[in-house]
C-alpha cells in the first residue's frame, strides 16, 4: 500500500501554468504505474495522465495533450503533473493514484490507491 499526497494547486489565470505534486509514503512507489485524475462540480472523475513505473511511457487525456506533461522521480517517491496553457475547463480536483496495473494505464478502475485531491482553479 502506498500513501500518497497532492500539493501546488491554487488560483492561476486562462493561460496560466502550474505545477502538481503528489509525495509518496513507503518504498514500494516505483511498484506501481502512477496517474493523475481529475473531477470538476457536476462532473465524474476523468483521468487526465499516466506514467509508467519506470518513467519510461506516459498516456494522456485527449484534452490535455501537449499542455500537460506528467513525470516522476522514484528516488524522491514523488509524481508530478506540469499543467501548461491552463483553460477555465481545466478547473477541478486534481487527484495523484497509484494503479495495480503493470502499465500507465487510463482506466480509473485500475487506480487503487488516491490522495485527497488538490484544488486548481482557472480563471477567465
Known amino acids: 500500500q502506498v500513501q500518497l499526497v497532492e500539493s501546488g494547486g491554487g488560483l492561476v489565470q486562462a493561460g496560466g501554468s502550474l505545477r502538481l505534486s503528489c509525495a509518496a509514503s513507503?518504498?514500494?512507489?516505483?511498484?506501481?504505474?502512477m496517474g493523475w485524475l481529475r473531477q470538476a462540480p457536476g462532473k465524474e472523475r476523468e483521468f487526465v495522465a499516466a506514467?509508467?513505473?519506470?518513467?519510461?511511457?506516459?498516456n494522456y487525456a485527449d484534452s490535455v495533450k501537449g499542455r500537460f506533461t506528467i513525470s516522476r522521480d522514484n528516488a524522491k517517491n514523488t509524481v508530478y503533473l506540469q499543467m501548461n496553457s491552463l483553460r477555465p475547463e481545466d478547473t477541478a480536483v486534481y487527484y495523484c493514484?497509484?494503479?495495480?496495473?503493470?502499465?500507465?494505464?487510463?482506466?480509473?478502475?485500475?487506480?487503487?490507491?488516491w490522495g485527497q485531491g488538490t484544488q486548481v482553479t482557472v480563471s477567465s
Open positions: 513507503g518504498r514500494t512507489f516505483a511498484n506501481y504505474p
Open positions: 493514484a497509484a494503479a495495480v496495473s503493470h502499465w500507465a494505464t487510463k482506466s480509473l478502475n485500475d487506480y487503487a490507491y
Open positions: 506514467i509508467s513505473r519506470s518513467g519510461d511511457s506516459t
